[in-house]
């Protein structure tokens, strides 16, 4: 079963716009997100988290939005440029479980259209 | 400071062939993790350290997945009698204890 799921595999954008990417979780048990940005023949790279205490965490160009009730956040970049071209990657983790794995969603593709 | 390695980056092994995988994970950190991730598909996990102590190895696909970390800092990821369906690539996370992961660049394995 998928437990977070990003439904929406490619997204274009024209430079300077907003894109927004989302992400739907099932297990109630996750209480810490993460976004990760991959480039192609490298490693996930860190972009932003939320702690399930707060419902928005704002980082420069980067804020994430977390919605309890319905199981959803969102991740948006504002103005968007070239370099956020990638595939993005939502993660969740049960921490109060101790238990330290990241469960991923599928990856968004973004495009950012010069 | 230097980030986590992964060694070798890309694997070919015939169908049948054991291989193994390194990962150096950043000084000082803790945890470390393995993911497997195919082709089209968010990393998934496959087990986890603290230290020398394997916590959790709920991920691994099978009892051809072995992983160790003897000394609390290089693992090795070692798989048995590859298989096709073993084609991933394979990728590391260190982490000080409850803390961001930060992933090395993984190894990809074709398995013919």
């Known amino acids: 079963d998928q437990q977070v799921k990003q439904n929406s595999p490619s997204l274009s954008v024209q430079e300077g716009r907003i894109s927004i990417l989302n992400c739907d979780y099932t297990n109630s048990m996750f209480d810490y997100f993460l976004w990760y940005k991959k480039y192609p023949a490298e490693g996930p790279t860190f972009l932003i988290s939320?702690?399930?205490?707060?419902d928005k965490n704002e980082d420069g160009r980067f804020t994430v939005f977390l919605n309890k009730s319905a199981k959803h956040l969102s991740l948006h970049i504002v103005p968007s440029q070239p370099g956020d071209s990638a595939v993005y990657f939502c993660?969740?983790?049960?921490?109060?479980?101790?238990?330290?794995?990241?469960?991923f969603g599928t990856g968004t593709r973004l495009t950012i259209i010069p | 400071g230097a980030g986590v390695s992964q060694s070798p980056r890309y694997k070919v092994a015939k169908r049948g062939q054991d291989v193994a995988l390194r990962c150096d994970p950043i000084?000082?950190?803790?945890?470390l993790f393995w993911y497997q991730q195919a082709l089209g598909q968010g990393p998934e996990f496959l087990t986890y350290f603290q230290n020398e102590a394997q916590l959790d190895k709920s991920g691994l696909p099978s009892d051809r997945f072995f992983a160790e970390r003897p000394e609390g800092s290089v693992s090795t990821l070692k798989i048995q009698r590859t298989q096709q369906e073993d084609s991933a690539v394979y990728l590391c996370a260190s982490t000080v204890v409850s803390d961001t992961q930060y992933f090395g660049p993984g190894t990809r394995l074709t398995v013919l």
């Open positions: 993660a969740a983790k049960a921490s109060d479980f101790g238990n330290e794995k990241l469960t």
């Open positions: 939320i702690s399930s205490i707060k």
């Open positions: 000084s000082g950190h803790v945890s």
